[in-house]
């Protein structure tokens, strides 16, 4: 059982949004990554009714998978699909609400395919709001020194934030 | 117009850059919203479909979703 955090790097985004938020170099010394994310974009890919975030690992979309059990309010579903992406607040939300998620990496440095979770909830003042429970896989066996976090449609507004922080089991 | 901006956290030193995307990147963006796109249209058709198939059922068993709902609580 992971029995301490240490937060290894964080930033908040600035009044001019961004694009993607990218930690770098990171440190092979923990046991497990946690990631804490507040976002939320300023489009909605297709005019929809959400943003979304995409993870890439290492530099690179490739090899990720996904198995997602997602609630909107009335109706729950489920699906696969061959990336790490999630919904998040967007445009078409509330006004200055941001989804609230962790991304959680066991044995990311380890030597077999990396496995992950995510969980993510929009935040809404409406009857549609998307909750989202998520079974990931990287099928690589490359240690995680790269994680990125981009808004498949336009940008990251201010005061999004991301937290990274390490996991020892002992 | 320039590019949007990207923000690199160098977990080894603890320097966050500012970096504006390059053409590349960019195009590589606007391919993922377009995967995306497809993702979003394949949720809605699969919950169109859903709705459309419980719909049928309701009608084929002649009862209301709140009479299905009691049957199952």
């Known amino acids: ?170 | 117009m320039a590019n949007p901006t990207k923000i690199i956290i160098d977990c080894s030193t603890g320097v966050e850059s500012i970096i504006e995307l390059t053409d590349a990147e960019v195009a590589e963006l606007a391919y993922q919203a377009e995967l995306a796109a497809e993702k979003k249209a394949e949720e809605e058709a699969q919950a169109e479909a859903a709705a459309i198939a419980k719909a049928a059922l309701l009608e084929k068993l002649g009862i209301t979703a709140d009479e299905a709902k009691l049957l199952l609580a």
């Not at chain 1, 938020?21 to 297709?46: E, H, K, Q």
């Not at chain 1, 999630?86 to 939300?93: I, K, W």
């Open chain 1, 1 to 170: 059982m992971a029995n301490t955090f240490e937060l290894i790097s964080s930033t908040v985004v600035g009044s001019g949004g961004a694009a993607s938020i990218d930690f770098t170099s990171i440190p092979s010394t923990y046991t497990d990554l946690a990631v804490a994310l507040s976002l939320r974009t300023n489009n909605d890919p297709d005019g929809g009714s959400y943003g979304i975030c995409a993870i890439s690992i290492n530099g690179s979309t490739a090899n990720l998978t996904q198995r997602r059990l997602q609630g909107s309010g009335s109706a729950a579903s489920s699906f696969s699909f061959s990336n790490a992406q999630f919904p998040v607040d967007g445009s078409a939300n509330t006004a200055s609400t941001f989804a609230n998620g962790s991304v959680y990496f066991p044995n990311y440095a380890g030597s077999a395919n990396k496995s992950f979770s995510i969980d993510n909830v929009m935040e809404q003042n409406g009857t549609t709001t998307y909750m989202a429970l998520i079974a990931g896989l990287w099928s690589q066996t490359a240690a995680i020194n790269q994680l990125t976090f981009s808004a498949v449609s336009g940008l990251f507004v201010q005061y999004s934030s991301a937290y990274l922080y390490g996991i020892k089991n002992s």
